[in-house]
C-alpha cells in the first residue's frame, strides 16, 4: 500500500474510534436514567457497554463500526424507554398541579 493510502487508513480509523468514545459517553451519561428505566433499560446500558469493551466482537477492533451500531441502538433504545416514562410520569391536562413534586411516586 501507498502512503497516501495509510493515511486514509489512520484517519478513517481515528474518525471511528472518535465516534465510539463519544458514544460510549452518552451512554454512560443516561446511567444516572437506569433507576427508573427497568431492568430492560439496565440489560441495554450494561449489554452495550460490554459489547463495545469486550475484545469479541463482529468485525476486528481497529474497525469501530459494529461497536458504535450497538451504542447508537442502545441510546435510541434508552431514549425511547425514557421517553415512554416522563409520558407516563407526566400529568394529565386539566388534572391540579402536586404541591409538592418530590414526593411525587417514581414507578
Known sequence: MSREAWVVVGVVAVATLVGAVVLAVRVIRT????GTL???????????????VLPIDLLPDPIYLDDMAVLT????YLGR??????????????APADPDPARRRVP
Open 31 to 34: 446511567r444516572r436514567l437506569l
Open 38 to 52: 427497568g431492568v430492560n433499560g439496565k440489560v441495554a446500558f450494561y449489554g452495550a457497554l460490554l459489547y463495545t
Open 73 to 76: 441502538g442502545a441510546l435510541l
Open 81 to 94: 424507554l425514557v421517553r415512554q416514562h416522563r409520558a407516563a410520569s407526566a400529568p394529565l391536562p386539566g
